[in-house]
C-alpha cells in the first residue's frame, strides 16, 4: 500500500518563544506540499504556544511518563500533552535510552500511556556505532522493536523511527544500502509481531543528520517513510528543503 511521507522535527532542548516564528514559517511553507504530513516537537514549554501560533498543525512532545499522574516531580503525562493540545509523543529517542537509562521495558509503557491518552506515537531505535561496525546493528534493533512495540495499538497512530545513535548530530549517515536492509527487516518484524495488515500501514522514519542535500536519497531508500529530523528542523531554511525531497518521491 502507499503510505503517506511523513517529516517531523525534534526540536530537543532548544527554542524560546521568539522561535515559534520559525515554526509558522515551516508550516506555512508545508501547506504548499500536501501529499507529506509534517509535525514539529518543540519543548514542553512552547507545546501550548505552538498550538496557538499555527493553529490545526500537528505539534508534539519530545516524551512522556508512563504514569497518567503522580507524585513525579518534573514530568510530564501523556494526558497532559494531549491537553495542551499535542498530537503525537517522541519515545525512546536514543537520548532518553542513553542519556536516561530508558530500557524497552519503559518505552513501551511510555508509548502504551500515549496511545491511550489519544496521542500519536514515533517509538525510536537504533544501534551504538560500536553494535554497527561490530556488524550486529540488525539483530540489536530488532530486539528493541520486539521490546518496545505496544501489545495492542492502532497501526495508522504508531510509527517507528530508525535513527542510529552514531549518526545523530555527527554527520555521519549510513548508506542507503544499509538503511533499506534495516528498514526492509524492521518492516518484517513488525509483520511477525503485529502482522502484515498493521506492518503495511505503519510508517518507518529514518533519523540520523539527515540534511536538504541527503533527503531525496535516504527518503528514496525501500520501506522509508519518512524522517525524523533533529538540528535541521530548527529553521525553515533547512527544513522545508527535506519536505520538498519529500514531496517529490
Request: proline content about 4%.
Amino acid at each position: 500500500m502507499t503510505r503517506r511521507k511523513y517529516v517531523v522535527g525534534n526540536w530537543k532542548m532548544n527554542g524560546l518563544i521568539a522561535a515559534l516564528d520559525e515554526a509558522k514559517a515551516i508550516f506555512a511553507a508545508a501547506e504548499a506540499h500536501s501529499s507529506v504530513d509534517v509535525a514539529l516537537c518543540p519543548p514542553f514549554t512552547l507545546i501550548g504556544a505552538m498550538v496557538a501560533a499555527v493553529p490545526g498543525a500537528a505539534v508534539g512532545g519530545q516524551d512522556c511518563h508512563a504514569s497518567a499522574s503522580g507524585a513525579f516531580t518534573g514530568s510530564v503525562a501523556a494526558p497532559m500533552l494531549a491537553d495542551a493540545g499535542a498530537h503525537l509523543v517522541i519515545v525512546g529517542h536514543s537520548e532518553r535510552r542513553e542519556g536516561f537509562g530508558e530500557s524497552d521495558t519503559d518505552v513501551r509503557a511510555k508509548a502504551e500511556a500515549a496511545l491511550a491518552a489519544g496521542l500519536s506515537v514515533i517509538l525510536c531505535v537504533g544501534e551504538p556505532r560500536a553494535v554497527r561496525e561490530s556488524g550486529g546493528a540488525i539483530p540489536y534493533v530488532l530486539a528493541q522493536v520486539a521490546g518496545s512495540l505496544p501489545g495492542e495499538f492502532d497501526p495508522a497512530r504508531l510509527a517507528v523511527a530508525y535513527e542510529p545513535i552514531w549518526a545523530i548530530g555527527t554527520g555521519l549517515v549510513p548508506t542507503v544500502a544499509d538503511v533499506a536492509d534495516m528498514h526492509g527487516a524492521i518492516r518484517a518484524k513488525l509483520n511477525e509481531q503485529a502482522g502484515s495488515e498493521a506492518a503495511s500501514v505503519m510508517r518507518l522514519l529514518y533519523g540520523g543528520s539527515v540534511n536538504g542535500d541527503n533527503a531525496a536519497e535516504l527518503l528514496g531508500a525501500g520501506d522509508v517513510d519518512g524522517a525524523l529530523v533533529g538540528g535541521a528542523s530548527l529553521t525553515a531554511a533547512k527544513f522545508v528543503p527535506i519536505v520538498e525531497a519529500a514531496a517529490s518521491l
